[in-house]
């Protein structure tokens, strides 16, 4: 099979079992943010985050493959790519409250910074949530089949990786940097004007 087919240069692309669809259908943004989020956790593996981390992000990452077969699937019962359930959302859920259990508490909003582990967890937790944002936009759609288990799934799995992150830094021994608040970026503005 040829990787590039010229079907889509006019800007579409065919859905599995489906029609052809513009390439920026609600659809194809959907899947194809869960495909960036698959990509970020490979980058984030990369990383070194260690050893049951990285397995627990390879078990995401095929799991994300298959939210992706669904996504692309206008009638996934049909063709069987319904693979995602409560149960899987149920493990997220489960992993949080391992890792967490080895934090020390959160008392205060932290910045998306720490080593490049941290770093790489704490980009792809941003593009989870972009990614769920685009599944539910595509649920409010009239006539599309989409399991709302996604949504939960995607926001479950932004919540790990905000602890992964977390989880990340303190092996490495790295501090976690708290964000000063409104009234410390006030003082700073005011002192920066003088």
Same mark, same amino acid.
């Given at each position: 099979m040829k990787i590039y087919t010229? +079907?889509?240069?006019? @800007? =579409?692309? *065919?859905? %599995? @079992? *489906?029609?052809?669809v513009s390439k920026d259908d609600a659809r194809i943004e959907a899947?194809? +943010?869960?495909?960036? #989020?698959? $990509?970020? #956790? *490979?980058? $984030?593996?990369?990383?070194? &985050?260690?050893e049951v981390v990285d397995g627990q992000l390879e078990q995401i990452q095929h799991e994300l493959f298959a939210m992706g077969a669904e996504l692309a699937t206008p009638d996934p019962e049909k063709h069987g790519t319904r &693979?995602?359930?409560? =149960? /899987?959302? =149920?493990?997220?859920?489960?992993?949080?409250?391992? /890792?967490?259990? @080895?934090? =020390?508490?959160? +008392?205060? %909003?932290?910045?998306? $910074? @720490?080593?490049?582990? $941290?770093?790489a967890l704490h980009l792809a937790r941003g593009i989870c949530r972009r990614a769920e944002?685009?599944?539910? +936009? #595509?649920?409010?759609?009239?006539?599309?089949? &989409?399991?709302?288990?996604?949504?939960?799934?995607l926001n479950r799995l932004s919540d790990l990786l905000f602890v992964l992150s977390?989880?990340?830094?303190?092996?490495? *021994?790295? #501090?976690? &940097?708290?964000?000063i608040g409104l009234e410390a970026l006030r003082s700073q503005e005011t002192q920066a004007s003088k």
């Amino acid at each position: 099979m040829k990787i590039y087919t010229r +079907t889509g240069d006019r @800007g =579409s692309t *065919g859905l %599995f @079992g *489906g029609p052809r669809v513009s390439k920026d259908d609600a659809r194809i943004e959907a899947y194809g +943010t869960v495909d960036e #989020l698959n $990509a970020a #956790l *490979g980058v $984030a593996r990369n990383a070194g &985050v260690g050893e049951v981390v990285d397995g627990q992000l390879e078990q995401i990452q095929h799991e994300l493959f298959a939210m992706g077969a669904e996504l692309a699937t206008p009638d996934p019962e049909k063709h069987g790519t319904r &693979v995602l359930e409560k =149960s /899987h959302s =149920s493990r997220l859920e489960q992993w949080i409250d391992e /890792h967490e259990a @080895g934090l =020390s508490p959160l +008392t205060n %909003f932290i910045l998306p $910074a @720490g080593n490049q582990g $941290a770093c790489a967890l704490h980009l792809a937790r941003g593009i989870c949530r972009r990614a769920e944002r685009r599944v539910v +936009t #595509l649920c409010q759609i009239p006539d599309q089949e &989409v399991s709302d288990e996604l949504a939960v799934y995607l926001n479950r799995l932004s919540d790990l990786l905000f602890v992964l992150s977390r989880v990340a830094n303190a092996s490495a *021994g790295d #501090l976690e &940097v708290n964000w000063i608040g409104l009234e410390a970026l006030r003082s700073q503005e005011t002192q920066a004007s003088k």
